[in-house]
């Protein structure tokens, strides 16, 4: 193993906006402690389609990529609804990418559940924002398992998961549990940790240095546990 590939939102990334200076994330934690290079993804207020995408480009890109990386995915929320934009940004700019991509957030405040576009009226919102996680989910994790590339995923942001529909019942059965760390348990998901322990920063909602470090630690004994690096069928 050479490379750890990481892909997710503005929770996997540095978070220097002033007046915070956290000059680390989860994904360079865990390449530090086994000594790998680095490839990070991630693009902050960015949803999981994107994730999707990107993911299975870089690896497609260069197939030797799939015989010596690790991923590790940390899953945004499923409100952030991804496209393709038409005005490029530098900032949003991946090198040996052509698309490149932005969000709308289809809550108004990202965690009470208000809907932004009232002429939705007939969606059921729960439902749709469910399906849209486990079909970005199911995709990747078939794609991991198809070229047999090690992963692990986690949740950086809360998806609402709990329901009774006989079809997302079906999904969470299929969902690989010993490669998504703490999966369906909303008191492990990066944000609610950080939460819970006042580990955020102040008026920011992201992740303080040791709320990074500490959850990565989290990732790198569930990683050895689970002899997770291993190359062996997934």
């Given at each position: 193993?050479?490379?750890?590939?990481?892909?997710?939102?503005s929770y996997n990334q540095w978070r220097t906006v002033a007046p915070h200076n956290v000059?680390?994330?989860?994904?360079?934690?865990?390449?530090?402690?086994?000594?790998?290079?680095?490839?990070?993804?991630?693009?902050?207020?960015?949803?999981?389609?994107?994730?999707?995408?990107?993911?299975?480009?870089?690896?497609?890109?260069?197939?030797?990529?799939?015989?010596?990386?690790?991923?590790?995915?940390?899953?945004?929320?499923?409100?952030?609804?991804?496209?393709?934009?038409?005005?490029?940004?530098?900032?949003?700019?991946?090198?040996?990418?052509?698309?490149?991509?932005?969000?709308?957030?289809?809550?108004?405040?990202?965690?009470?559940?208000?809907?932004?576009?009232?002429?939705?009226?007939?969606?059921?919102?729960?439902?749709?924002?469910?399906?849209?996680?486990?079909s970005c989910v199911i995709n990747l994790q078939n794609f991991f398992k198809i070229h047999?590339?090690?992963?692990?995923?986690?949740?950086?942001?809360?998806?609402?998961?709990?329901?009774?529909?006989?079809?997302?019942?079906?999904?969470?059965?299929?969902?690989?549990?010993?490669?998504?760390?703490?999966?369906?348990?909303?008191?492990?998901?990066?944000?609610?940790?950080?939460?819970?322990?006042?580990?955020?920063?102040?008026?920011?909602?992201?992740?303080?240095?040791?709320?990074?470090?500490?959850?990565?630690?989290?990732?790198?004994?569930?990683?050895?546990?689970?002899?997770?690096?291993?190359?062996?069928?997934?």
């Amino acid at each position: 193993m050479q490379n750890l590939f990481t892909n997710g939102c503005s929770y996997n990334q540095w978070r220097t906006v002033a007046p915070h200076n956290v000059q680390t994330c989860v994904g360079q934690e865990i390449a530090k402690h086994y000594n790998l290079d680095l490839t990070n993804m991630s693009a902050g207020g960015k949803g999981n389609d994107r994730i999707v995408t990107t993911t299975m480009n870089w690896f497609l890109q260069n197939s030797s990529r799939m015989k010596n990386s690790f991923a590790l995915i940390q899953w945004s929320s499923a409100a952030r609804f991804d496209y393709p934009r038409t005005n490029i940004k530098k900032e949003d700019i991946f090198e040996g990418f052509d698309l490149q991509w932005r969000s709308i957030n289809v809550l108004k405040d990202g965690k009470h559940g208000k809907e932004t576009f009232e002429h939705f009226a007939k969606m059921d919102l729960p439902a749709w924002l469910q399906q849209k996680y486990f079909s970005c989910v199911i995709n990747l994790q078939n794609f991991f398992k198809i070229h047999n590339i090690p992963y692990l995923m986690y949740n950086g942001l809360e998806n609402d998961l709990d329901t009774d529909a006989i079809e997302f019942v079906a999904f969470k059965e299929y969902v690989l549990k010993k490669r998504f760390f703490k999966f369906d348990d909303p008191r492990w998901v990066h944000r609610n940790f950080c939460v819970s322990r006042n580990m955020e920063l102040h008026n920011d909602g992201h992740a303080s240095e040791i709320g990074v470090k500490k959850y990565a630690k989290l990732l790198q004994r569930y990683i050895d546990s689970e002899q997770l690096m291993k190359k062996h069928p997934l």
